[in-house]
């Protein structure tokens, strides 16, 4: 239910990020921290746990123009 970032800029987004990870949380708009405080802090804490820093380096032959 975002209206500043819908959740198919999300898709989007999260196909063209080599290392992302899309949750998607129902009935939610643009601040899940404050709308969904329990679900959002159990999927931070996950990812925290879960996800190994990475370097991802953008070149011209990446970005859309």
Known sequence: DDKVFPVEHAHAAGERLAAARLEIIPACGHFPQLEATDQFTRLLL?????TTPTRTYVTATNVAV
């Open 46 to 50: 996950d990812w925290l746990t879960t």
